[in-house]
């Protein structure tokens, strides 16, 4: 009885850990403690080439614009989707030589979406879709959008 007793007074000091140190409650950073101080001007001229180097990010929304066309209920085929801005736009350069078609690149956060073409039925994008395994885009499936046609007369 008394070796226990021992021990769970040993056990209980042990487990306090060393005393622990006050933690301020208010911090404030000083951004002139780095050491980095630019002018005005130099800080200016460095975001600015910053801007130049940034590719330019998309809307969320398709911003292709063809004229005399409209919007309708449709199909397109998804090939390809990242969260690199920069990959998705080679796979979209790559696609539209490809395909020879129209190719979409669309932002849904968290991801940058590759897709091809302006079909007004599921059948047309079932047929794409297989055009686009054959070149390679194993993944590809359909998706409904809302595509760009010319009128029918």
Request: charged share 30%; aromatic share 8%; proline share 8%.
């Amino acid at each position: 009885m008394r070796r226990l007793t021992a021990l769970a007074l040993l056990l209980g000091l042990s487990c306090g850990g060393p005393p622990q140190r006050e933690v301020p409650t208010t911090w404030e950073f000083d951004p002139l403690s780095l050491g980095d101080e630019l002018t005005p001007q130099e800080l200016m001229e460095l975001l600015k080439r910053a801007e130049e180097r940034a590719p330019a990010e998309p809307s969320p929304v398709d911003t292709t614009r063809r004229e005399g066309t409209q919007e309708v209920p449709g199909w397109r085929v998804q090939i390809f989707a990242t969260t690199d801005y920069e990959r998705a736009s080679l796979v979209k350069e790559e696609a539209e030589s490809l395909f020879g078609l129209p190719v979409y690149l669309k932002f849904e956060a968290p991801y940058y979406k590759v897709r091809v073409g302006d079909c007004r039925t599921r059948t047309e994008a079932e047929a794409l879709r297989r055009e686009a395994i054959r070149l390679g885009y194993t993944s590809a499936f359909p998706v409904r959008a809302s595509v760009k046609v010319s009128p029918r007369r």
